[in-house]
């Protein structure tokens, strides 16, 4: 069971960009030159500075719990992202993971070999959805792995990692699964679900993390760290390594960029969870922007139903006044066509739509 999540998907062998951008270069590779994305950098000024911020306290308290959780339910439904603040994950774990973290990209070449992702794995280090020779490439390096249930670990990656970093990833993980849980029960109250329906889902789901390194490019303004995309899971919960601002997010057809609040979680909606709320909530856009001075380092937890089970609206959510608007298929089944494809958007999502659902959300 350990090696079967390879057979979900794989991406091509590319270029490390963090090598890449160690060379002295004034140009950058035409293979990581987008003229077909949207500029990176906004100049628009009026644009809102800040998504939604959620006090996790306040959901669990007595005296604020109604008011906070009308604010989580209007940052799922208008947003599809919220910072979330006293989340009860300590600031020291927090603080170790960033270590960690850094210290893994720091490691020299021929150590980060051994981590390199094998044919036919998404695991490992590398890049994602890189379906062909020709198709453009995002400014980043990314380390990914399977972290929970422990039996979906990769036995040729998971023990070879640095014992350190396998020891606090393993606390980091069990806190943000319990984070996770409450995230999706609060959810759940808000949409006026049975809880079950949410608990059934996700207490034995997924989880598995993607540390991201974006590199200082001598041109950002002709480059993109992360290509637009919604998550395909169903929830991100995000940790900013680093001062380093990059994240953005599509509302209303601009991009707003996302300033990171101290000791918080970024966490957003994925494809998924739309399809779990019938469209209630939504997934929405977003990409990764660099620079020419500093790297950007961040790690996302993503969330996703057991993968021996299947996917498809709550049914506590579906009535003669709000039928399906998604198509019930398994978890593995939905995750080889999401990770067989490029990043395009909400595209995926699409797929997975009942083309004669009343009521479509667009």
């Given amino acids: 069971m350990a090696g079967k999540l390879g057979t979900l998907g794989s991406s091509l062998p590319v270029p490390y960009v963090q090598e890449l951008a160690k060379e002295p270069m004034n140009t950058v590779p035409l293979r990581y030159v987008r003229p077909d994305q949207d500029p990176p950098f906004l100049s628009d000024t009026t644009l809102p500075s800040q998504v939604p911020i959620i006090d996790m306290q306040r959901l669990v308290s007595a005296n604020t719990m109604d ?33 960690e973290i850094q210290e893994i990209f720091g490691l020299p070449m021929e150590e980060k070999k051994k981590y390199w992702q094998t044919p036919g794995e998404l695991e490992g280090y590398g890049q994602a959805f890189v379906v062909s020779e020709e198709q453009k490439l995002d400014w980043a390096d990314m380390f990914y792995i399977t972290t929970l249930p422990a039996h979906f670990r990769k036995p040729h990656l998971y023990p070879k990692l640095p014992l350190s970093f396998r020891e606090t990833m393993e606390v980091y993980a069990s806190q943000l699964k319990i984070l996770a849980m409450n995230i999706f029960e609060k959810m759940a109250k808000a949409l006026k679900m049975e809880s079950e329906d949410m608990r059934e889902l996700f207490e034995d789901g997924w989880q598995s993390m993607r540390m991201n390194y974006y590199p200082p490019c001598p041109q950002p303004e002709l480059v993109i760290g992360l290509t637009p995309h919604s998550d395909s899971v169903a929830l991100t919960i995000l940790l900013q390594v680093n001062e380093m601002e990059g994240l953005q997010i599509k509302k209303d057809g601009r991009w707003i960029p996302v300033k990171p609040l101290p000791n918080a979680f970024i966490v957003n909606i994925g494809d998924i969870l739309e399809i779990v709320t019938n469209g209630a909530y939504r997934s929405i856009e977003h990409r990764a922007t660099v620079n020419s001075e500093k790297e950007r380092i961040s790690i996302a937890t993503f969330y996703t139903p057991n993968r021996n089970g299947d996917l498809g609206p709550a049914p506590s959510l579906i009535s003669p006044h709000n039928p399906a608007l998604f198509k019930r298929v398994g978890v593995e089944d939905y995750f080889k066509g999401s990770f067989s494809r490029e990043l395009n958007g909400k595209a995926y999502l699409d797929v997975m739509r009942i083309e004669n659902g009343e009521g479509k959300t667009t």
């Fill in 67 to 99: 008011f906070e959780l009308a604010s989580l339910h209007s940052a799922c439904k208008d947003w599809g992202f919220f910072q979330l603040v006293n989340h009860g994950v300590s600031s020291s774990l927090m603080e170790k993971v960033k270590l």
